[in-house]
């Protein structure tokens, strides 16, 4: 780590630059968190005693995007395509290969331990299983209360439990639930629990990894009615993690779409979904169930073919290319940067969003997702 690294003095310095920065209030619109060509590729092993490295899972293979003060950006993409691992890594809570993210201009993936402690306190995870995130053993009280066990500057120890009830009153529990054990709980109070923790530390920014998938449908709107209330309030900016196009659209101002490890395509929910010029974005929203009959008659599907290729070993040049319908030569040799394509530079189109196809354009898909 980069403790052992660095002097004292050289911590204690960055600590107060890092202090410094986050006392700085970010106006709303602005870049409160900047992802650069961000990399994790995990080692491949062979051998029991001799471990040698023979290659390596590309899960997040070089991605930048920004999260604006106050917005919901959303990330959506098939299983596997590096989301969890993108949250991971905003948290720290796996250590980059390559890249940087910068919190209110500060990279905190080379930042010492102590260093790194001031700024958790600030960004947050909310996580898909409400079932297997709370301790089974811990008492409501205790695992909110436990995260100023590393923070006590937040909530004094005389002071936790009146906090604690504060928290579950705002989730919408009711605060004389403190004591008791989350089987107690339904699974909507759950996820509300788990919010409730994520909120504890009084964070600018909520890294939510499908916080609502785990959940009934009818209990999703009401969690995602209470993420939108809370964001309102405490001026949350959060990145919204999950498979389903419409729950994104709704809770998102922004859309990043990942495929292997890649962001392909980037912009606002409008020219994500009424615009999409990506193939594989295109693809996705085809594939969107259609309740209204007529529309669905109308519908033109995309069906992809073949596997999603091992992210140990991706294909050359564009990653979409072994299921992508429209690939040419070009496709193979040259990747596509996440830009906005030429065509549409300076044009006043939904279409001029960044796009990271050669032959980005537009294609009439029946859009499901309101
Ligand atoms: N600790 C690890 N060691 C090795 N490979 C890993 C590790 N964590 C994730 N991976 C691999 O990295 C890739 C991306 O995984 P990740 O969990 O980020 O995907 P995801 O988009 O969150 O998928 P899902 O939608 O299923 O949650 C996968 O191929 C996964 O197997
Ligand atoms: S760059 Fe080529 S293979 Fe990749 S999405 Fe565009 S057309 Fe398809
Ligand atoms: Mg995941």
Same mark, same amino acid.
């Given at each position: ?6 002097? @004292? ?6 600590? /107060? ?15 409160? =968190? ?6 994790? $590729? ?18 997040? !293979? ?22 969890? %691992? ?24 080379? =930042? ?7 700024? +958790? ?15 089974? +053993?811990? %008492? ?8 100023? @066990?590393?923070?006590?500057?937040? /909530?004094?120890?005389? !002071? ?7 928290? #579950? ?13 989350? $089987? ?30 785990? =959940? ?9 009615? #209470? ?14 993690? /999950? ?30 979904? @009424?615009?999409? %010029?990506?193939?594989? %974005?295109?693809? #996705? ?10 529309? +669905? ?9 073949? @596997? ?18 429209? /690939? ?9 940067? #996440? ?18 196809? $050669? ?12």
């Amino acid at each position: 780590m980069a403790d052992v690294t660095k002097n @004292d003095e050289a911590v204690s310095d960055e600590v /107060a630059a890092v202090e410094a920065a986050i006392a700085k209030p970010v106006e709303r619109g602005e870049p409160i =968190l900047q992802v650069r060509n961000l990399v994790k $590729h995990f080692p491949l092993t062979q051998g029991i005693l001799f471990k040698k490295q023979v290659g390596a899972v590309k899960a997040v !293979d070089g991605i930048s995007f920004d999260l604006y003060q106050g917005e919901t950006l959303g990330i959506v993409g098939e299983s596997g395509c590096g989301k969890s %691992t993108v949250a991971k890594l905003l948290m720290n809570l796996e250590r980059a290969t390559a890249g940087e993210v910068f919190y209110k201009g500060q990279d905190i993936t080379k =930042l010492s331990r102590r260093a790194l402690k001031a700024v +958790r306190r600030n960004i947050q995870m909310v996580f898909q299983d409400p079932y297997t995130s709370l301790n089974p +053993r811990m %008492t409501v009280g205790d695992i909110i209360g436990e995260t100023y @066990d590393i923070h006590p500057e937040v /909530a004094p120890k005389g !002071d936790r439990r009146r906090k604690v009830q504060e928290l #579950l009153d705002v989730v919408g529990l009711n605060p004389e639930y403190i004591n008791r054990y989350p $089987h107690q709980f339904s699974g909507g109070q759950r996820q509300r629990i788990g919010i409730a923790r994520g909120l504890a530390l009084n964070p600018e920014i909520i890294i939510c990894d499908e916080p609502v998938s785990a =959940l009934d449908v009818s209990v999703q709107a009401q969690v995602i009615n #209470l993420m939108e209330k809370l964001q309102d309030e405490f001026n949350l900016s959060y990145i919204f993690i /999950a498979h389903d196009l419409s729950i994104v659209r709704h809770i998102s101002d922004r859309v990043g779409v990942m495929y292997l490890g890649k962001m392909a395509e980037i912009g606002t929910d409008t020219e994500i979904y @009424d615009h999409p %010029t990506h193939p594989y %974005t295109q693809a #996705l929203l085809s594939a969107v169930p259609v309740p209204d009959p007529e529309a +669905r008659e109308h519908r033109e599907r995309i069906i992809l073919t073949g @596997d999603v290729p091992s992210p140990a070993n991706p294909p050359s040049g564009c990653r979409f290319r072994t299921r992508c319908w429209k /690939a040419q030569d070009r496709c193979a040799t040259e990747e596509p940067l #996440l830009a906005i394509p030429q065509r549409f530079v300076g044009d006043d189109t939904p279409a001029a969003h960044e796009s990271a196809c $050669h032959f980005a354009e537009e294609k009439d898909v029946v859009h499901a997702v309101n």
